[in-house]
Structures are given as structure tokens and as C-alpha cells.
């Protein structure tokens, strides 16, 4: 079993290059298996998500070529095998279900296991199937699998009562080979899915509108192979922000869309963080100053991100004064708070309010990553925290983030992996 050991407290320093956006690549390594040739997805972080959705793939029959030269992913679904779904690969991750959509869409059929995935929440997919409900599939639920089928897809008008990322980016690929135009509204606005859409439209799709609440997707024969260079990772960006301001440090990151980031970016201001333009895709974060207490709402984009929470309820651990955030988005993503309490900060819960009164030293201790982004919550604690801090259950940490400890040591932090 691996652990992240984490030596604190050390001022960071230098630069960091940020990969690109694992919530971008998964959906549109999902919509690969809309269209027979071949694509290259350029700048691929071979993180354990990506890892479990390219093995989903290789297990139905297509080709999945990784080259760790130029980290190109080449896929090829040309002789994809429609029944080979029956996999643990599905459970293992919630993404994975996104495969459904582009399946519906090609084979007019699909079934799967019910998803897993991080353990936030209850996660449900009712919205996913009311979208292809109301695209003309019928859709069976039953003995831990979901099954849609459909003779032909017809566009339709879809509202989803819930900006669901995952709903929107499923019935996106479903609709872009559907026979007319379906609207998606009350869609997600999130740039992955904008992202997805200019994947698609690049492959020959036509759709209007995404990363706004109203998408447009005009059904269109057929696709083509292409090669795309997919988003900057804005959660990978926002976590070693609040690296720079837990260390009180002042560091470079590289590979940012300041636009994607800005609902973290001026909460992050409000806390007392200076900001400044290095380049176009790079930015300067000073963490050096005095931080005060701040309140969050976790929001569907534009709104501050529910998968920065956990790393922000860190720094506000130690941020002198009470802060109240609220998770809006998931039920049960407060996972991290007892191991933080456990380096001596001071949260209560009430529901789904985090009550934070910042202490003015956190120690190391054993802790685990709970979840994906409750593992970056405890390494950045970790770098804030006296002593060492030890954490257990890194593979969450490692779905979401490639190279993680090479990247803080590059910084200067002590952030180094033992197998025990
Ligand atoms: C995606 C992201 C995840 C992020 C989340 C919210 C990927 C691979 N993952 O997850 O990192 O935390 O968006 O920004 O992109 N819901 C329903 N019915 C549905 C679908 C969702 O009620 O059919 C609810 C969920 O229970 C949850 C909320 O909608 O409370 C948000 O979920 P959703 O936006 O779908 O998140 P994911 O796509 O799973």
C-alpha cells in the first residue's frame, strides 16, 4: 500500500505546469466511440480515471494506444464490441457511464451496470435517462444494470432540473447523431462541456451554445477522426492556488484559463490573495498576505466549485475568524472534515454547512483520503502542518492528479510517496 508523506511547513516556490482537464478528457474519450476512425487526444494525463476509461474501451474491442513520448492518445473504435459492457470497469468509476450516450447514439443500444465513482453523494442518473427517454430510447432498469434502446433517436427539447454535468455532456453525445435538433435546456454551463462540444463540432458535429445554459445540437450523419488538444485542468489549478496561500508563498502556474477559474479566483482575492497576469496561459499567485475568513456556496459553473471545497476548507483552517461554507451540489461531501479536525482544526457540520473557526497551527498526523479531492484537502494541510502528515488511501488522489508529488517537490515542498 502506498502512502503521501507531506513535511510541513516549508515556503513553495518556482513554477508548476498544469495538465489538462481530466472532467474534459473523459467525456470526450466517451464520444470517441461516436465515430469509426481514428482521433488523437494531444496533452493526455495518464491518471487512473483515464487509465480505467481507456481499459473500458481496450475491453470492447478498440484500439487504445497510449505513447508516454508525447503523452498523444490515439483511439480507434472502429471495431468496437457493443456487448462487451459487462464489466467491473463501470463500477469502478462514475465517468464510465458517460460511455452510454455515444453507445445509444451509434448501436441504438447499450446496457450497463449501475456507475460508482467517488463516494460523494447518492449520484443518481435519473436525468441521464430522462434525456434519452425523450430522445426516443426506452429504458430499462433492473438486477444492477440500465438498459436503453432505441430503433432511431429524434431530437427533442430536453429541460434537465438540474444542471448535471454528467447528464448534459451523456445526452449531448446521444444527440449528435439523432435524426432533427434537441435542446438541451437548463444545461450545465461548465467549460468541460463547452469543451466537448468544440471536440465534437471539430469531428463534423453542429452545436450551439454549450458552456450556456441552452444547448443546440443539430443532428448531423455521420463523424470524423481528428486530433484535439483538450482544456487546461482548472480544479489542478485552483488546488496548487491555495498551495501558494496555505505556504504564504508566491508561486508561477502555467497552463490556465483565468476565465474558467474565475469564480476561485475572486473568492480567493476576497481571503486576501493578489493575482497577476503572466502571460497568456500563465499567472502569478501571491499567497504572501494576510488572509481573513471568507463564506462559500458550492454552485453549479459559474458558481465557486464543489470540487474545490475540501481544498479551501483547508486553508481556511488556519485562516483566522469563522468561516461558513455550504455545499450545494453533492450531499455528503464533507468526508474530510474529520481528518482535518484530527490536525487540529476546528469544524462543525450542521447538514450541509461547514462552520469554520480558523486555528492558528495544524499538526501532522495519520489521515486518508476520503475522496478525490478530500486527498489534495489533506496534502495541502499537510504542507501547512507541523510535523508530517501521513496519508493513507492515495489512490483517489492519483484519478485526479498526474505526477502530484514530482509537482509540489518541483515547488519546493517535502511531498514524497513510500510504500508500506
Ligand atoms: C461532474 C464531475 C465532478 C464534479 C461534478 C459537479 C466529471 C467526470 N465529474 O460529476 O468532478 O464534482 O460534475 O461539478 O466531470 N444528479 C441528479 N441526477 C442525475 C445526475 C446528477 O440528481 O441524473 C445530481 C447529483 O446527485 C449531484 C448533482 O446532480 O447532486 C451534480 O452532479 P453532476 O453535475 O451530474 O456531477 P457528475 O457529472 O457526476
Known amino acids: 500500500m502506498e502512502k503521501i ?9 518556482g513554477e508548476v505546469n498544469i495538465s489538462c482537464a481530466k472532467n474534459s478528457i ?9 465515430c469509426p476512425e481514428s482521433i488523437t487526444i494531444n496533452n493526455t494525463p495518464m491518471l487512473e480515471d ?7 474501451l481496450a475491453k470492447l474491442n478498440c484500439e487504445v494506444n497510449f505513447s508516454q513520448i508525447d503523452n498523444k492518445l490515439k483511439i480507434n473504435t472502429s ?13 469502478k468509476m462514475r465517468a464510465s457511464f458517460l460511455i452510454m450516450g455515444s453507445m445509444l447514439a451509434r448501436f441504438g443500444y447499450c446496457k450497463l451496470c449501475l456507475p460508482g465513482g467517488c463516494n460523494i453523494g447518492s449520484r443518481p442518473i435519473d436525468l441521464h435517462l430522462k434525456g434519452f427517454k425523450l430522445l426516443g430510447a426506452d429504458v ?5 444494470f440500465v438498459e436503453v434502446q432505441a430503433k432511431k433517436l429524434i431530437g427533442n427539447r430536453i429541460y434537465l432540473d438540474f444542471p448535471s454535468v454528467g447528464a448534459t455532456e451523456n445526452i449531448l453525445m446521444a444527440a449528435v447523431l439523432a435524426e432533427g435538433t434537441t435542446i438541451i435546456e437548463n444545461a450545465a454551463e461548465e467549460p468541460e462541456i463547452e469543451d466537448l462540444a468544440r471536440f465534437l463540432n471539430k469531428m463534423g458535429a453542429r452545436i450551439e451554445g454549450a458552456g450556456r445554459g441552452k444547448i443546440i445540437i443539430h443532428g448531423v450523419r455521420s463523424l470524423k477522426g481528428i486530433e484535439y488538444t483538450p482544456i487546461y485542468d482548472r480544479i489542478e489549478a485552483g488546488t496548487f492556488m491555495i498551495a501558494a496561500g496555505i505556504t504564504n508563498s508566491k508561486i508561477k502556474i502555467n497552463g490556465i484559463n483565468e476565465e474558467h477559474l474565475r469564480p476561485v479566483i475572486e473568492k480567493l482575492k476576497e481571503c486576501g490573495f493578489l493575482f497577476s497576469k503572466y502571460n497568456e496561459n500563465s499567472i502569478i499567485v501571491d499567497g504572501t498576505k494576510m488572509k481573513k475568513a471568507v463564506d462559500i456556496k458550492t454552485l453549479p459553473y459559474p458558481g465557486f466549485p464543489t470540487d474545490m471545497q475540501a481544498q479551501i476548507m483547508s486553508l481556511l483552517s488556519i485562516t483566522q475568524g469563522i468561516s461558513i461554507i455550504t455545499e450545494t451540489v453533492f450531499e455528503n461531501r464533507f468526508m474530510h472534515v474529520t481528518d482535518l479536525t484530527r490536525m487540529g482544526a476546528n469544524i462543525k457540520i450542521d447538514g450541509r454547512t461547514a462552520i469554520i473557526e480558523g486555528v492558528s497551527r495544524l499538526t501532522g498526523c495519520d489521515v486518508k483520503a476520503t475522496d478525490l479531492r478530500g486527498g489534495a484537502a489533506m ?9 508530517e502528515t501521513r496519508i493513507g488511501d492515495i489512490y483517489h488522489i492519483d484519478r485526479g492528479y498526474v505526477n502530484v508529488e514530482e509537482k509540489f ?8 510517496r513510500i510504500d508500506v
Request: proline residues 3%; charged residues 20%; contains cysteine.
Open 50 to 56: 483515464v487509465e480505467v476509461i481507456c481499459k473500458l
Open 26 to 34: 473523459l467525456p470526450i474519450i466517451a464520444a470517441t466511440i461516436l
Open 379 to 387: 496534502i495541502l494541510a499537510g504542507l501547512a502542518a507541523e510535523g
Open 5 to 13: 508523506i507531506v513535511k510541513g511547513v516549508k515556503e513553495l516556490n
Open 409 to 416: 517537490r518541483k515547488l519546493g515542498a517535502e511531498v514524497y
Open 140 to 144: 430499462n432498469i433492473g438486477y444492477g
Open 79 to 91: 471495431n468496437i464490441s457493443p456487448e462487451n459492457t459487462n464489466t467491473d470497469l463501470i463500477k
